[in-house]
């Protein structure tokens, strides 16, 4: 009997494409638990869809056999019956929407669900919650950490997937790469993260078992960025930034998306080589999953997403007009 799995935050970047995908594989039944309409949704990255988009997205899942159960996401009433059923359940919610989990937690429980999916498609939070410098990254790793906790603490399983860097996050230029750039990285494009995850789900070792993987590439920065410019065919401008710089530029910055940003300079020049992002445990335990080709993703994927982001934070006056 196959399994169910529901996904929550399944119209983000990470979440429709996981949805796609769980329908591609035909190996689990597919719910998505959507929030009842005007509930509030935060964002780490580009603007959420709007309820148009949505609706059409929707209504494809639903040509396809994908149950959608409107709830509000914050009342354990509505909660435990729509997740009643369920066997894992995904959440994709970003990163700062991450206390948007507990309740959910709390439900599954409730529901009798047997796996949680938290959404800690990131840095290996386990570690980052113990580096030297506190900055705003390192306490949503303390509270991710936390969340595994409460997991356990409500008696269900959990399979845990640190991806590593979203390139498209990192390529605003001049680009500022991670000490000299030679550190080997896992890079997961946003995409890619939902890709990957019913992958990982149906392996027998991704229960109770964190799972690091590398859904796009595993190179250093340094190769991302030739690969880059091979297929750009422009020159990329490249800033080298040690980890005191990193460090005085998190601290001069006020708090919004480039501060951020500047958060995750600070954790990955910081720690011990390997600990923060490095990992491809899909190499080892799904070698047939295969991510997207960087040479596809460049020009079709990651350059117009920079564009948006660029234009993003000039609104914003985060950056100064070009």
């Known amino acids: 009997m196959r399994k169910t799995v529901t996904v929550f935050g399944a119209t983000g970047t990470a979440g429709s494409a996981c949805v796609e995908e769980l329908i591609r594989l035909k190996t689990f039944k597919v719910q998505v638990l959507a929030r009842k309409g005007g509930q509030e949704e935060k964002r780490s990255g580009l603007p959420a869809h709007g309820e148009t988009a949505k609706r059409?997205?929707?209504?494809?899942w639903r040509a396809e056999g994908v149950e959608i159960k409107f709830v509000d996401a914050t009342n354990h009433a509505e909660l435990i019956p729509a997740l009643q059923g369920t066997d894992y359940l995904v959440s994709c919610v970003p990163t700062k929407a991450t206390e948007s989990q507990y309740p959910l937690i709390w439900a599954a429980s409730e529901a009798g669900v047997e796996?949680?999916?938290?959404?800690?498609?990131?840095?290996?939070?386990?570690?980052?919650?113990?580096?030297?410098?506190?900055?705003?990254?390192?306490?949503?790793?303390?509270?991710?950490?936390f969340i595994r906790r409460v997991i356990e603490l409500a008696g269900l399983d959990y399979t845990i997937i640190p991806a590593g860097g979203w390139p498209e996050y990192y390529m605003l230029e001049p680009v500022m790469v991670w000490g000299d750039g030679n550190q080997k990285v896992a890079w997961s494009t946003g995409p890619?993260?939902?890709?990957?995850?019913?992958?990982?789900?149906?392996?027998?070792?991704?229960?109770?078992?964190?799972?690091?993987?590398a859904a796009t590439a595993y190179c250093t920065f340094n190769e991302l960025l030739d690969l880059r410019e091979r297929t750009t065919g422009r020159s990329i401008e490249r800033r080298y930034?040690?980890?005191?710089?990193?460090?005085?530029?998190?601290?001069?910055t006020p708090p919004g998306a480039i501060s951020y940003l500047l958060?995750?300079?600070v954790l990955m020049t910081e720690g011990a080589e390997g600990m923060p992002l490095s990992a491809n445990w899909n190499k080892t335990f799904i070698p047939e999953f295969k991510g997207t080709p960087l040479d596809e993703l460049f020009p079709n994927y990651i350059e117009p997403f920079v564009a948006a982001i660029r234009a993003q934070l000039i609104a914003t006056g985060e950056l100064p007009a070009a």
């Open 56 to 60: 059409s997205l929707y209504d494809q």
């Open 115 to 145: 796996r949680f999916v938290p959404s800690e498609f990131g840095a290996i939070y386990e570690f980052e919650q113990f580096w030297p410098t506190d900055t705003e990254h390192r306490r949503f790793a303390r509270q991710k950490a």
């Open 192 to 213: 890619d993260v939902g890709r990957i995850i019913p992958h990982v789900l149906s392996h027998p070792l991704s229960r109770n078992a964190i799972c690091p993987v």
């Open 241 to 252: 930034v040690s980890n005191a710089e990193w460090k005085a530029a998190y601290e001069a």
């Open 263 to 265: 958060a995750i300079g």
